[in-house]
């Protein structure tokens, strides 16, 4: 099997490009720009329309977060005014000319509060916590790199303003209960202990039932959680997209009173964008099946199981399959195949998220994994380690999460801790882009996996066959001739609802 060639050079290129314009306007926006920032910048936007749509999305999440800041539950105060260089809009004809042209395109978007030519002063609204009130606390962290220095010694929250991730992942947990996980480069302000502002980058909220009703801000709405997890991400635009794990939320466009009391009610599989130019959000991926494993309840899935004597099972609303075999048998797979027409995940971008939880006891430690597989759906059932799998994601408590294409590793990463052991619950999402755009983008199908909210596998090229087949094998050398099992919970698969736009 081949994997197609890519340039990914501009994709990178223009990435980088947009980076730098919005590293430029928060240092504008905090007074910190230098004159050859200021320069850099006013060449960049008169140059770039791509770079005149982030300005303009970034100077539209600080209207944003200013009516946020002011308006909100959470305390406020006004830094007092700070002076600001004579210099810092002196420019050249016919640059100033030019530069007029491109105030008039985003004059919309700014704060009164931002620029003021007449006085030569600024204020800047940030939150201000109760005194020995710690609201969110870093509580892990993976070859991250912040801009600035938000954390103590202890990861606690120590800096007003914008939190900004340049690279790496982090996990934040916030007093309410709530957790969020951020992938880089993500830009976030905290709120409240139960209200975070994302202002671009991508997040994903784990938020446990006491901590009910956490709240979202982007630029273009709120996500209002109901106990659940879900993804939210804001590109340079300020248009926010959204996908729910498991569990339900509202999603509502803009920011008043009128458009929370007709939220979007989304659950398991579904997505939704949020946008300026909508009045409502729209909807953009849903659930093709979801099995929950209930009693007495229609299954939508059949699950077949290939391995003679080691049969699955529906237990407790859950899937339980065999990972130990008896002593004396060498290669204890255990194959479930979903029987059932993949074909509708082809041209699409599908999302493939379950929960596992591992034996803790009853098989060779180091030698127990759970693997969702995907192959071309034809021949003999293949293993995770075969190249006739297209792909495989293997969990195991010992080195984690693995993912492979073509029989081959490709990434490999250790989840954060909820506090609940290495052997899970784990829960798994696997997003498939075999749209045309993305096929644009990186150069064919590409696939990404995230674990607990932590990113593994970003955008791994690897070929979709028309009529492509999933199946879940668990694996474990014979240990002690006891029978243990994997559990999985919640397998759910949801494709973009149309076939030539990625959500």
């Known amino acids: ?21 919005l590293r430029l306007a928060s240092a504008l926006v905090d007074g910190v720009l230098s004159a050859d920032g200021q320069a850099d910048l006013e060449h960049r936007l008169l140059a770039d329309p791509a770079a005149r749509d982030a300005f303009r999305g970034f100077m539209r999440a600080e209207s944003i977060l200013a009516w946020e800041l002011a308006g909100g539950d959470a305390s406020v105060a006004q830094i007092p005014p700070e002076p600001v260089r004579a210099s810092r809009f002196a420019m050249p004809m016919p640059m100033a000319v030019a530069a007029g042209l491109l105030a008039a395109l985003v004059i919309m978007a700014l704060p009164t509060w931002l620029f003021s030519q007449r006085e030569p002063s600024r204020q800047v609204i940030r939150v201000v916590m ?57 830009e976030i302000e905290i709120l409240s202990a139960d209200r975070v502002f994302l202002r671009s980058g991508r997040i994903t909220p784990y938020v446990p039932p006491s901590a009910h009703g956490f709240t979202v801000v982007s630029p273009s709405g709120e996500i209002i959680d109901l106990g659940t997890e879900f993804t939210v991400g804001v590109d ?30 989304m659950t398991q599989g579904f997505g939704s964008r949020l946008a300026a130019a909508e009045p409502a959000p729209v909807r953009t991926q849903q659930p093709l099946v979801i099995d929950h494993f209930g009693g007495g309840e229609p299954k939508p899935l059949r699950w077949i199981d290939h391995d003679e004597g080691y049969s699955s099972e529906v237990r407790d609303g859950a899937f339980w399959i065999p990972i130990a075999a008896p002593s004396g048998r060498k290669e204890p797979f255990v194959r479930s195949v979903l029987d059932h027409d993949w074909s509708a995940l082809t041209g699409r971008r599908s999302t493939i998220s ?20 995907v192959d071309d759906g034809t021949g003999e059932l293949p293993r995770a380690f075969d190249s006739s799998a297209a792909c495989a994601v293997l969990i195991s408590p010992d080195w984690q999460v693995g993912f492979r294409v073509d029989g081959e590793p490709a990434d490999q990463g250790y989840v954060f801790a909820r506090g609940e052991p290495a052997v899970g619950p784990f829960q798994v999402v696997v997003t498939i882009d075999d749209t045309p755009q993305g096929h644009v983008l990186h150069g064919g199908t590409v696939c990404t996996v995230m674990v607990n909210g932590k990113e593994i596998a970003t955008a791994r090229r690897f070929e979709l066959a028309p009529r492509p087949r999933l199946q879940l094998q668990t694996y474990a050398e014979a240990y002690k001739g006891t029978q243990a099992f994997a559990v999985v919970d919640d397998f759910s698969v949801s494709v973009s609802t149309d076939r030539t736009t990625a959500p």
């Open 354 to 373: 379950f929960k596992v939880t591992l034996p803790e006891e009853g098989t060779n430690e180091s030698q127990r994994w759970l693997a969702l597989v």
């Open 130 to 186: 109760p005194a020995g009130e710690q609201v969110a606390t870093l509580t892990d962290d993976e070859n991250a790199r912040w801009d600035g220095e938000p954390f103590d010694g202890q990861g606690n929250h120590v800096a007003s303003g914008p939190l900004r991730l340049a690279e790496g992942s982090a996990q934040i947990t916030f007093a309410s209960g709530a957790i969020v996980a951020i992938h880089a480069p993500t």
């Open 236 to 265: 340079a635009t300020g248009r926010t997209d959204v996908f729910v794990i498991d569990g339900e939320v509202d999603v509502a466009s803009g920011h008043t009173r009128a458009h929370h009391d007709a939220p979007l009610r």
């Open 1 to 21: 099997m081949t994997t197609p060639a890519h340039d990914d050079a501009q994709p990178a290129a223009a990435s980088a490009d947009r980076a730098e314009v």
